[in-house]
T-cell receptor, first 112, second 110 residues
Framework: DAGVTQSPTHLIKTRGQQVTLRCSPK?????VSWYQQALGQGPQFIFQ?????ERQRGNFPDRFSGHQFPNYSSELNVNALLLGDSALYLC????WGAGEQFFGPGTRLTVL | AQRVTQPEKLLSVFKGAPVELKCNYS??????LFWYVQYSRQRLQLLLR??SRESIKGFTADLNKGETSFHLKKPFAQEEDSAMYYC????????????FGEGTQLTVNP
C-alpha cells in the first residue's frame, strides 16, 4: 500500500486561473480531508468528504470546492486564484470518525 | 472556537539532554490531542495520541485538562529526533477534523 498519494507534486499558476488537485486515500479509508499549509504555519482545515458529500468545512471561501468519487478518491478545486493561495495542500485520509489521519506528501501550489 | 498554541517556533538541545515541546489548547469540551511529526523530506505522520497513552520513540505526552496542556517530553534527545513537531486537537464531535498549532522545529545538536 502506497499510502495516501497526491498529484501533482508541484504546480505553478497565475492569478485568476483555476486549479485541480487530486488525492487517493490509503487503502481501506473512506474519509478524505484537505488542509492548506502556508509557509511557516501549521496545516489549516479546508473541508472533509465522506460518502461523496462535504461533511465539514473550515473558514475558506467558496472559491475552494471539492469532490469525492465512489472509489473514495478526492479532488480539491480552487477558482480565481490569488497570490495568497500559494501554499502546500495536504490531503489526509481516515476511517469516518476515527481520530488518526494519514497524510499525503502534499501538492506545492505557487500562484504568480 | 478551538485553538492550539505552540509557544516555541524553534527549540535547540544537545544530544542526551531532556526535551520538552510545549502545547496549550483552548477548548471547553473534551478534545482528543495528538502530536504529529514531520522529518526532513518526509510526510506528516502521527507520533502519538493521548488516548493511547503509549510511548513512541521514547516520547510521552500527558493531557493536563486543568492547565489545558499537552506537552511532549523525552528524557534523552537523539539527533534523529530533529524534526518539525505539530500539536493538534480534535473536537469530540468533529469527525476527525484536526486543528493544528504552528509547529516547533526541534534541532538536536551532537
Amino acid at each position: 500500500d502506497a499510502g495516501v498519494t497526491q498529484s501533482p507534486t508541484h504546480l505553478i499558476k497565475t492569478r485568476g486561473q483555476q486549479v485541480t488537485l487530486r488525492c487517493s486515500p490509503k487503502s481501506g479509508h473512506d474519509t478524505v480531508s484537505w488542509y492548506q499549509q502556508a509557509l511557516g504555519q501549521g496545516p489549516q482545515f479546508i473541508f472533509q468528504y465522506y460518502e461523496e458529500e462535504e461533511r465539514q468545512r473550515g473558514n475558506f471561501p467558496d472559491r475552494f470546492s471539492g469532490h469525492q468519487f465512489p472509489n473514495y478518491s478526492s479532488e480539491l478545486n480552487v477558482n480565481a486564484l490569488l497570490l495568497g493561495d500559494s501554499a502546500l495542500y495536504l490531503c489526509a485520509s481516515s476511517l469516518w470518525g476515527a481520530g488518526e489521519q494519514f497524510f499525503g506528501p502534499g501538492t506545492r501550489l505557487t500562484v504568480l | 472556537a478551538q485553538r492550539v498554541t505552540q509557544p516555541e517556533k524553534l527549540l535547540s538541545v544537545f544530544k542526551g539532554a531532556p526535551v520538552e515541546l510545549k502545547c496549550n489548547y483552548s477548548y471547553s469540551g473534551s478534545p482528543e490531542l495528538f502530536w504529529y511529526v514531520q522529518y526532513s523530506r518526509q510526510r506528516l505522520q502521527l507520533l502519538l495520541r493521548h488516548i493511547s497513552r503509549e510511548s513512541i520513540k521514547g516520547f510521552t505526552a500527558d493531557l493536563n485538562k486543568g492547565e489545558t496542556s499537552f506537552h511532549l517530553k523525552k528524557p534523552f534527545a537523539q539527533e534523529e529526533d530533529s524534526a518539525m513537531y505539530y500539536c493538534a486537537l480534535m473536537k469530540e464531535t468533529s469527525g476527525s477534523r484536526l486543528t493544528f498549532g504552528e509547529g516547533t522545529q526541534l534541532t538536536v545538536n551532537p
